[in-house]
């Protein structure tokens, strides 16, 4: 691989590793629900706030109307016993006792009112972070499969184009030529066993031929006796004969 593919490798590797830190699907799921889930925190704590300011404002509610009732049979009281006096100002104290309670009432039904909308939210945002939990395990394998899947191609990429590819074609004709190296060897080898066998059976026949030949030819004494003097003599044109069969034995 040459100057230039390295270096443009390491530069497109960096850009893909900034890229990645910048916008990563998995941190920015998973920071999200982290967020949602700290906003959930905060709108319990405000639902419970808002629940015991509601509890405190029905118990102050409660005592100002008890209070109210007492200063009114207070009033009774004075009356009965002919105190006018004594009975008016426990009437002016009921009444203002009426009034804290009027405000409390109003008060009450306000802070109902906002209980009841905090808890609605909080169930929206419980249900709106299990259904981020669900997709972010969804996205999450999405993009691990994604980012696995651009790796496996990029080695694919890489794999084949540049010298790698040239240097398995190498190595293939390499493995070729020695395959065919070897064949011709074990080849060569096995003609040259056969040839020798081949030679050894040549012999052989011609071996067992000669000595044919030869127990023909020699024949009993008596036979050779019996022969007339024309047969055991030299014959010119046999020997003449037998010249040119070593001449033509001897060319090669």
């Known amino acids: ?17 900034l890229v990645s830190q910048a916008e990563d699907p998995e941190k920015i799921l998973e920071q999200t629900v ?26 102050q509610y409660s005592q100002a109307e008890s209070t109210s009732d007492e200063w009114y049979q207070r009033a009774q009281l004075a009356l009965q016993k002919g105190d006018e006096n004594l009975a008016r100002e426990a009437l002016t104290r009921r009444k203002s006792y009426q009034e804290t309670a009027t405000a409390l009432k109003t008060q009450l039904n306000q802070q109902v009112g906002i209980v009841d909308q ?4 909080m169930r929206k945002l419980e249900s709106k972070i299990s259904e981020a939990k669900t997709k972010k395990d969804l996205y999450i394998a999405r993009a691990r499969s994604a980012k696995a899947s651009q ?6 990429g890489q794999v084949g184009t ?10 293939e004709e390499k493995v070729l030529q020695l395959e065919a190296q070897s064949e011709a060897v074990a080849e060569l080898g096995v003609d040259d066993l056969e040839k020798r066998f081949a030679e050894l059976g040549k012999a052989d026949d011609i071996e067992a031929e000669l000595a044919a030949m030869k127990s023909q030819q020699s024949l009993p004494e008596s036979q050779s006796a019996q022969l007339p003097p024309s047969q055991t003599a030299a014959d010119p044109e046999t020997d003449k004969e037998l010249e040119q069969l070593r001449q033509q034995i001897r060319e090669p």
């Open 118 to 121: 905090l808890k609605q939210n």
């Open 34 to 59: 982290l967020d949602m889930q700290e906003d959930l925190i905060q709108l319990r704590q405000a639902v419970a706030q808002a629940i015991a300011t509601q509890k405190r404002t029905e118990r």
């Open 1 to 17: 691989m040459g100057l230039f593919d390295r270096i443009w490798r390491v530069i497109r590797a960096n850009l893909t590793s």
């Open 162 to 171: 540049g010298s790698a590819m040239a240097a398995f074609e190498r190595m």
């Open 151 to 156: 790796q496996i191609n990029e080695m694919l």
